[in-house]
Structures are given as structure tokens and as C-alpha cells.
């Protein structure tokens, strides 16, 4: 079955630094999802992306989906207390599924 | 709006017990998931519904996990008996699952899930 892998398992930044965290699909993706989730907490959608080599900004957040559209990344600019949580990844688990793979996540540590 | 209702927040059984957790979609929400998350992974699903109909159930160990969705709104999944590795995090999830010429966006709308705890 479709697989969804993360890098990092695990980040720890000191705040101010920026971060990345990077996603890669065994099969192409129709569109690649990000959520956080924060301690305690549940994933919350974050963005959605759809086309091919497509980049979306969110204030200091920036998201890419790759050209062959089998890979994606998350890049935090200025990392704040706040963004502290996982950061998942997740892709329809077939052909136009409506079932998501998530990934296994990149928990993110800020050091004030 | 309303978000994704779960309960309880926690619950700590011993093994061979049995459990059930509610969930309460967003309303107009067809689309319902279970998931399971252990600790340090990303959700699992475990089973998904249409309205009142199963779509998925292929990961739902069948052998003790249960779940029904009756009226097409609320569900409970049930675990008879629990066994110690069944210790998570279930989360309910809801889609309003836009179809026609609207991109389905598939975007999912998570509860705060249960913490079971199996002893």
C-alpha cells in the first residue's frame, strides 16, 4: 500500500531558527495535506496543495508540493514558541480516495 | 461552527474489559473517520463512513473493534475485549466531502479524541 514518510522524527531549534520538515510518497499524489497538531491536542488542517511544483505561503509558514508531485515540504522562517507541536503530512491513501496516509510526523522542540 | 464532539477525554480499563467511544460530527458532515494514534505515529484509520455506510473497514481488527453510525450523524466505536495494545489516542475525524465539479478537498476536521489507557 501507499506509504508516506517523514523527515525529521524529531527537531529541537532554538527560537528564531528556521526549520524544515520534508514528506515523501512511494506513489503520486492527486494533492498532499499538512496538519499540526500540538501537545495534548488533535491535527489541525493546515493547507492543502494541489499542482505541480505549487508553493503556498501562510505568514511565516511556506509549503511546497514537488514537480513529479511525490514529495512536499514545510518550512517555518523565524521559529516561535507557538509553532511548537508534530507536523504531519498526508495524501489520499488511493486513487481519487477520499482516505488519507498520514505521516508518522516531525515533532518540532523550540528552545526560547 | 460547531466542532468535532468526542467523548470521554480519557479512559483507563484493564485488559479483557470493553469500551466505547462517541463521536459527534460537524453537522451536514457526511463523511466520518475513526483513527487510531499511538504514541509518536501519525493517525491510522481504522474505519470510514458515508453517511450511514460503511466505505472502508479493511484496517479495523474486526475480531474486537466494532463501530456503527445508525442515523447517519453520531457513531461509537466499541472495543470487547481490550488488550493492552490497544492503548492510543482515538480520533474522530469529519469531511464534508465536496463532490460535483467543486475539487474535493477531502479535508479532515478532528475531534479531540480519547485517551485509552489499557492496564
Known amino acids: 500500500g501507499q506509504q508516506v514518510m517523514q523527515i525529521p522524527q524529531y527537531q529541537h531549534v532554538q527560537e528564531g531558527e528556521d526549520f524544515t520538515t520534508y514528506c515523501n510518497s512511494s506513489?503520486?499524489?492527486?494533492?498532499i495535506q499538512w496538519y499540526k497538531q500540538r501537545p495534548g491536542g488533535h491535527p489541525v488542517f493546515l493547507i492543502q496543495l494541489v499542482k505541480s511544483g505549487e508553493v503556498k505561503k501562510q505568514k511565516r509558514l511556506t509549503f511546497q508540493f514537488g514537480e513529479a508531485k511525490k514529495n512536499s515540504s514545510l518550512h517555518i522562517t523565524a521559529t516561535q514558541t507557538t509553532d511548537v507541536g508534530t507536523y504531519f503530512c498526508?495524501?489520499?491513501?488511493?486513487?481519487?480516495?477520499?482516505?488519507?496516509?498520514f505521516g508518522k510526523g516531525t515533532k518540532l522542540s523550540v528552545i526560547p | 461552527e460547531a466542532g468535532v464532539a468526542q467523548s470521554p477525554r480519557y479512559k483507563i480499563i484493564e485488559k479483557r474489559q470493553s469500551v466505547a467511544f462517541w463521536c459527534n460530527p460537524i453537522?451536514?458532515?457526511?463523511?466520518l473517520y475513526w483513527y487510531q494514534q499511538i504514541l509518536g505515529q501519525g493517525p491510522k484509520l481504522l474505519i470510514q463512513f458515508q453517511n450511514n455506510g460503511v466505505v472502508d473497514d479493511s484496517q479495523l481488527p474486526k475480531d474486537r473493534f466494532s463501530a456503527e453510525r445508525l442515523k447517519g450523524v453520531d457513531s461509537t466505536l466499541k472495543i470487547q475485549p481490550a488488550k493492552l495494545e490497544d492503548s492510543a489516542v482515538y480520533l474522530c475525524?469529519?469531511?464534508?466531502?465536496?463532490?460535483?465539479?467543486?475539487?474535493?478537498?477531502?479535508?479532515?476536521?478532528f475531534g479531540a479524541g480519547t485517551r485509552l489507557s489499557v492496564l
Open positions: 475525524a469529519s469531511s464534508p466531502r465536496l463532490s460535483g465539479s467543486v475539487e474535493p478537498k477531502n479535508i479532515q476536521y
Open positions: 506513489t503520486t499524489l492527486s494533492n
Open positions: 498526508a495524501g489520499p491513501s488511493g486513487a481519487g480516495s477520499y482516505q488519507l496516509t
Open positions: 453537522s451536514g458532515h457526511a463523511t
